[in-house]
């Protein structure tokens, strides 16, 4: 049950918050109290910005633009408590020796490089805060590695190496870092993929189904809160049973 003031006093920003799963996941932080910057490339959609605090169209790519993003929400909202890393994307699916070289490069730029820089962009605020939860979003394809998708399979290994770096160098200030690695969610990056590999990602799922941006958005809410306090650098899975470690 959704415990609507949990987040009370609380100001997240999650990345990607426009559409998809990161869209879900405001829905979930703002139903629970929190108040919400959204960064993304695009616009919160209509029926949901009257619920967003706060937004800014933001590149993750760009290092300069996330740092004065950082610096405008702070100015906006006083603070920065929660950090939700959910921008990405897939790349085209492809054999690896095959791959073309650029969408490569653009799957690490956005999946590995922007992830980092909206990290580090947080940690100084959450620091001088003594408190900070910044959850990344991964994927159980980090951990496996799915054929014809290696760049996305190699991007979010990075995201879950990173995670446990930082969880390990923050462990003693107040700041909590976790990683959540779903197995495949019916979101618009489907429209990435090829019907061969979304077929591929169901048969792997034992449950036979495809997870919910409302299952993912529940656990990363409970990783994003005070009651996640002596869990970081952790790996959470939301797989439907496919993750074997």
């Not at 415990?3 to 998809?20: K, N």
């Not at 619920?51 to 996330?66: E, G, K, L, P, Q």
């Not at 490569?104 to 909206?118: A, K, P, Q, T």
């Not at 591929?200 to 409302?214: A, D, E, H, N």
Request: glycine content about 10%; proline content about 4%; some cysteine.
């Amino acid at each position: 049950m959704t415990q609507s003031t949990r987040f009370a006093g609380r100001v997240a920003v999650v990345t990607g918050g426009a559409s998809g799963l990161g869209l879900g996941i405001v829905e979930r932080l703002v139903s629970e109290g929190a108040s919400v910057s959204v960064w993304d490339m695009h616009s919160v959609p209509p029926e949901q910005a009257a619920s967003v605090a706060h937004a800014v169209h933001v590149d993750v790519t760009d290092w300069a633009a996330v740092e004065a993003a950082a610096t405008e929400t702070v100015r906006a909202l006083g603070r920065i408590d929660v950090m939700v890393a959910s921008a990405g994307i897939t790349g085209p699916n492809g054999l690896a020796w095959e791959y073309p070289i650029a969408d490569w490069c653009r799957v690490f730029e956005i999946n590995v490089h922007g992830l980092y820089y909206c990290n580090r962009a947080v940690i100084p605020h959450m620091i001088a805060a003594q408190y900070g939860r910044i959850v990344n979003i991964a994927s159980v394809a980090g951990k496996e590695g799915n054929p014809n998708a290696a760049a996305y399979s190699a991007s979010k290994a990075a995201v879950i190496g990173l995670t446990k770096s930082l969880g390990k160098e923050l462990a003693e200030t107040g700041v909590r870092v976790n990683c959540v690695t779903p197995a495949a969610v019916d979101t618009p990056l489907f429209a990435q993929m090829s019907e061969a590999q979304i077929a591929f990602m169901l048969s792997k799922i034992p449950m036979k189904r495809f997870g919910t941006v409302q299952e993912v958005a529940a656990m990363v809410a409970w990783a994003a809160s005070e009651e996640c306090s002596f869990t970081t650098g952790g790996t959470f899975d939301i797989s439907g049973g496919r993750a074997t470690y």
